[in-house]
């Protein structure tokens, strides 16, 4: 699979709206703003008795995950949902996958069912976006993670997070804290910080565990954590991809926690009012301590609720801008034929 180059157009239709959600890459921040409002009026649906709008009556979303998943699953289900969708969720490993079919042939297949939407997570890189190019153009595929490159619903929940607790980008420090370089999280993050324009963005972890390139976010390294994390507003922490690993890129997980957990005692060094955050799952004593992760600066719950409003909010924007293309294109082609 190529690695995903995601122009513009793919993602938005000729007027500029949403179609698929394959990266924050190439998004302006008026859109990211207008998901984060979005999500924030689906909040209150989240809060009644009957939790349930009519935006997606009718329509079909297809979660197809190939890689394993709890929070996004669930949560891209219950977004689905509340929308009023019928939604199936296709595990892929008791699909046909196991007997030999290939990732086209089985979503081919989910298209002839009449989907209108997939939720793809696949370990490739590319692979919504491969998807949204070459296998279904007329499906609005929405990328739940691909690979270490992107998972572009979980940035955005992260900045429905921020922006909730912290009130803004403006003058915020924020410090991304781990296994940066197989971390689809944290790419999504750095580019969603940037795009909002957050001024001080600090990431921190040994060398072996940054990649290369990251100038092109606008970012700090820092390879002490005391240093990193000194006086920020927002710590997010991150698992380690050990099942993205190749080789022994780490002496143990109890030199890392040595150095990079997030005690309580080390929490202390940020700002006295800033929040914790995790994408989950959360390996306690590895990556953080279970005082900090249970504690009353820890928002890691918050984000999975945060989590069904961003997902319900993406879901009917391409939904929207799926239907918005089709009568533009339906309109040139009677253009035409006049
Ligand atoms: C993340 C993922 O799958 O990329 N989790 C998630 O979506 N909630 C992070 C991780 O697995 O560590």
Redesign the pocket.
């Known amino acids: 699979m190529t690695q995903p180059d995601v122009k513009r157009p793919l993602q938005l239709n000729d007027n500029g709206q949403l179609r698929h959600f394959l990266s924050l890459d190439g998004l302006s921040c008026e859109l990211l703003t207008e998901i984060l409002d979005t999500a924030d009026s689906f909040l209150e649906v989240g809060a009644r008795a009957v939790k349930k709008v009519p935006l997606l009556r009718g329509r079909t979303v297809c979660n197809v995950f190939f ?6 699953r669930t949560t891209f289900e219950l977004a689905a949902q509340r929308l009023s969708a019928d939604v199936i969720t296709l595990n892929v490993s008791t699909s046909s996958t196991s007997k030999g079919e290939t990732l086209t042939d089985t979503l081919r297949n989910l298209e002839a069912m009449a989907a209108d939407m997939f939720v793809v ?1 696949h370990a490739d890189s590319g692979a919504a976006h491969f998807i949204a190019e070459h296998v279904c153009p007329n499906v609005a595929v929405i990328n ?2 691909d690979g270490r490159h992107a ?1 572009p619903t ?1 940035g955005m929940l992260d900045m429905l997070t921020i922006r909730r607790h912290k009130g803004g980008f403006e003058n915020l420090s924020v410090a991304i804290v781990g296994d940066i370089l197989h ?3 944290a790419r999504s993050n750095m580019l969603a910080l940037k795009t909002l324009g957050c001024p001080d963005i600090r990431v921190i972890g040994p060398k072996t565990l940054l990649p290369s390139g990251l100038e092109q976010y606008g970012v700090r390294v820092f390879h002490d954590m005391d240093e990193g994390i000194r006086d920020v507003d927002v710590v997010i922490m ?2 380690l ?1 050990r099942e993205r690993m190749q080789g022994g890129l780490l002496p143990s997980e109890g030199e890392f926690y040595k150095l990079y957990g997030l005690t309580a005692q080390r929490l202390r060094l940020t700002k006295p009012d800033a929040i914790v955050m995790h ?3 959360i390996n306690r004593g590895v990556e953080i301590e279970s005082a900090v992760a249970d504690g009353p600066q820890s928002v890691i719950l918050n984000q999975v609720t945060y ?1 069904i409003a961003i997902r319900m909010a993406v879901l009917s924007m391409a939904m929207s801008g799926q239907a918005t293309q089709r009568q533009l294109e339906s309109e040139s082609v009677s253009e035409e034929q006049n």
Request: glycine share 20%.
């Open positions: 890689e394993n998943s709890t929070r996004t997570r739940g993670g998972h979980q971390s689809r999280v991150l698992r991809q994408p989950g799952p989590g």
